[in-house]
Every structure is written in structure tokens, then in C-alpha cells.
């Protein structure tokens, strides 16, 4: 399912409200972030929400990531359990089960040690709209034609999949809010689809996307679209509806194909990996 942002405050209380009450079911949490954008796809809030709570970084997509190895280190380096994974071809996912079995194997040590009886570990998955949770809550169940519903507002009973010996995953993920109101944040999140395309202007964003193309990863846009490299977005889109025939009938560009073309192939990774956060 795309589930791109909506911005409906009504939705994020909503939301905010679900992952508050699973949270309180869980003992550990696998916190998925975009490889792409291991920064700009937290939610600044999580770590206040979950408090004391073992948490796994999962950086998802790291098919379509720069510099995934580098990422994992500084989350390492902070004392993070993290791991990168590609949920729909499934590298990694061994590695995340033994990690999380292992976060979820000191808690559950601790709670028989002070007198519970024992019980598999629970963990969910928490993650911003488009991150890739649906995908990867299929994969380790193992069922990949099985689609799982993650609108907030849905009832039904909680259901647990068991992921490994001793862990239990909670079949529906938690939906978190990035901090959109962030412009530069904003527009990774567009380029990355968390924000769906129908609310803003793509020209802007696009012309953006372009310049910070050419500027870090041009050899991406080179071999794509044989183009001569520019510091101006308008002047690499121009060029890029040229090369690929985005016209009118009169001869004209035709600036909206043009512009769901690039975003399309960008998003498909044919642009080259990228990682636009900042280390
Ligand atoms: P969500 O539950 O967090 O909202 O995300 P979901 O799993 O629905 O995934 C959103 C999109 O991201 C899907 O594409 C999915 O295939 C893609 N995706 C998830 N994980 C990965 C990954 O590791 N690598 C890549 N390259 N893509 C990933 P879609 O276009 O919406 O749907 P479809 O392609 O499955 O038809």
C-alpha cells in the first residue's frame, strides 16, 4: 500500500494515540528508517515516546542507498543496535532477526529474572508513511502476497507473528510523523514519497531534486539521461524533457510528464543509490 503523508492533524493524533497504546504491548522496538534519509525519516519524538525500550534502527531501502556502511557505524557508534535491510528482496533480514532476537533476549532475561514467568520477547514496528513497514511486516512473517492494512482507525484484535524462537511481532505497524514542518526535510521527504506529490508543487521540488542531483550524484543523471551537468534545475529539466521526448503536440515541453518521469525513475533507484542526508 502507498501511504503517503496526509497532513490532517486530526490523522497524526490519531496515530500518535495507536503507537502509544502498542507501545505499552512491546518490549522491544524496531524503529525503521529510509536509508536514503536516515535523518529526515526519524521522528524527533520516538526516543521520548518509547523511553527506556531496547530500540533496533532498521535502515530499509538500502538498495536504492549511497552510503549505507558508514550510516550503520555512527548508529553503532552511539550504542545502537542497527542493521540495513532491502524488505521486498529480503537482504538482511537474517541479520535483523538475530539482532532483535538478541535485544529481545536481555529483556525477557530481565523481566524472569525479577519473578515473571517466562514468555517470548514482543516487538512492533514503527516507521514514517512509505518507509517500507507493510513490506517488511510480510517478509519476516513470510508471506509476501499477503498485503496487511496500516490505516490508523482500523479495529481489530491485536495479532502476533512469531518472527524467531522467544520473539513475537506485532502485526501492525506504528505510523510516526517526520518533522515536515521542516522545509528541508520537507522536500526529502517528496523526493523519497513520504509526502504524497498531490499536495505541493512538483516543479520546485523537482528542480531541487535536479540540482542536488547534479551537484552530489551526477554520474546518475549522466548515464541516465546523457545530459550536459548544470547547477540550474530548470535548465537540467529542460534537458531531460528534450532527451526523453516529454512534448506537447505544438513542439512545447510537456513539463508535467517530464516531471513524473523523473520523480518516478529517481524513486526506482535508475538515477543511481543515493543517500541525502548529511553524515
Ligand atoms: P509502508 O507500509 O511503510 O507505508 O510502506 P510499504 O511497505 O507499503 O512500502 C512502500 C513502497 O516502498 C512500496 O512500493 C514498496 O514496494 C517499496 N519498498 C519497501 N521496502 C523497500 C526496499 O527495501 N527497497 C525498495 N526498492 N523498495 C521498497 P510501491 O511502489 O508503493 O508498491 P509496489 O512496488 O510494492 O507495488
Same mark, same amino acid.
Given at each position: 500500500?502507498?501511504?503517503?503523508? %496526509?497532513?490532517?492533524?486530526?490523522?497524526?493524533?490519531?496515530? %500518535?494515540?495507536?503507537?502509544?497504546?502498542?507501545?505499552?504491548? $512491546?518490549?522491544?522496538?524496531?524503529?525503521?528508517?529510509?536509508?536514503?534519509?536516515? $535523518?529526515?525519516? %526519524?521522528?524527533?519524538?520516538?526516543?521520548?515516546?518509547?523511553?527506556?525500550?531496547?530500540?533496533?534502527?532498521?535502515?530499509?531501502?538500502?538498495?536504492?542507498?549511497?552510503? $549505507?556502511?558508514?550510516?550503520?557505524?555512527?548508529?553503532?557508534?552511539?550504542?545502537?543496535?542497527?542493521?540495513?535491510?532491502?524488505?521486498?528482496?529480503?537482504?538482511?533480514?537474517?541479520?535483523?532477526?538475530?539482532?532483535?532476537?538478541?535485544?529481545?533476549?536481555?529483556?525477557?532475561?530481565?523481566?524472569?529474572?525479577?519473578?515473571?514467568?517466562?514468555?517470548?520477547?514482543?516487538?512492533?514496528?514503527?516507521?514514517?508513511?512509505?518507509?517500507?513497514?507493510?513490506?517488511?511486516?510480510?517478509?519476516?512473517?513470510?508471506?509476501?502476497?499477503?498485503?496487511?492494512?496500516?490505516?490508523?482507525?482500523?479495529?481489530?484484535?491485536?495479532?502476533?507473528?512469531?518472527?524467531?524462537?522467544?520473539?513475537?511481532?506485532?502485526?501492525?505497524?506504528?505510523?510516526?510523523?517526520?518533522?515536515?514542518?521542516?522545509?528541508?526535510?520537507?522536500?526529502?521527504?517528496?523526493?523519497?514519497?513520504?509526502?504524497?506529490?498531490?499536495?505541493?508543487?512538483?516543479?520546485?521540488?523537482?528542480?531541487?531534486?535536479?540540482?542536488?542531483?547534479?551537484?552530489?550524484?551526477?554520474?546518475?543523471?549522466?548515464?541516465?539521461?546523457?545530459? %550536459?551537468?548544470?547547477?540550474?534545475?530548470?535548465?537540467?529539466?529542460?534537458?531531460?524533457?528534450?532527451?526523453?521526448?516529454?512534448?506537447?503536440?505544438?513542439?512545447?515541453?510537456?513539463?508535467?510528464?517530464?516531471?513524473?518521469?523523473?520523480?518516478?525513475?529517481?524513486?526506482?533507484?535508475?538515477?543511481?543509490? $543515493?543517500?541525502?542526508?548529511?553524515?
Amino acid at each position: 500500500m502507498n501511504e503517503t503523508l %496526509q497532513w490532517f492533524p486530526g490523522h497524526m493524533k490519531k496515530a %500518535q494515540r495507536l503507537i502509544e497504546e502498542n507501545l505499552s504491548l $512491546v518490549d522491544i522496538v524496531i524503529e525503521l528508517l529510509d536509508a536514503r534519509i536516515p $535523518v529526515s525519516s %526519524q521522528n524527533p519524538m520516538l526516543r521520548e515516546i518509547i523511553r527506556d525500550k531496547p530500540r533496533l534502527i532498521v535502515l530499509n531501502k538500502a538498495d536504492l542507498a549511497a552510503n $549505507v556502511d558508514a550510516w550503520l557505524k555512527k548508529f553503532r557508534d552511539e550504542n545502537l543496535s542497527a542493521v540495513a535491510v532491502d524488505a521486498v528482496k529480503g537482504s538482511g533480514i537474517k541479520q535483523l532477526i538475530a539482532l532483535a532476537k538478541s535485544l529481545a533476549e536481555s529483556k525477557t532475561h530481565k523481566l524472569t529474572k525479577h519473578g515473571a514467568k517466562p514468555r517470548s520477547a514482543r516487538a512492533m514496528i514503527v516507521g514514517i508513511p512509505n518507509v517500507g513497514k507493510s513490506s517488511l511486516i510480510n517478509r519476516l512473517a513470510g508471506m509476501n502476497h499477503v498485503k496487511i492494512e496500516n490505516r490508523p482507525g482500523v479495529t481489530r484484535a491485536k495479532q502476533w507473528i512469531k518472527i524467531a524462537d522467544g520473539l513475537d511481532l506485532l502485526d501492525t505497524p506504528g505510523i510516526l510523523y517526520p518533522k515536515f514542518d521542516d522545509a528541508d526535510v520537507a522536500l526529502k521527504l517528496s523526493w523519497t514519497y513520504a509526502i504524497s506529490d498531490e499536495i505541493h508543487d512538483l516543479e520546485p521540488t523537482v528542480c531541487k531534486l535536479l540540482e542536488v542531483l547534479a551537484e552530489k550524484f551526477s554520474a546518475g543523471l549522466i548515464e541516465r539521461y546523457k545530459i %550536459q551537468i548544470s547547477a540550474d534545475g530548470h535548465e537540467l529539466l529542460n534537458q531531460i524533457a528534450l532527451k526523453r521526448g516529454c512534448l506537447q503536440k505544438g513542439g512545447n515541453i510537456d513539463l508535467e510528464r517530464a516531471l513524473h518521469l523523473i520523480l518516478t525513475e529517481f524513486r526506482d533507484g535508475k538515477l543511481g543509490r $543515493v543517500t541525502l542526508d548529511e553524515l
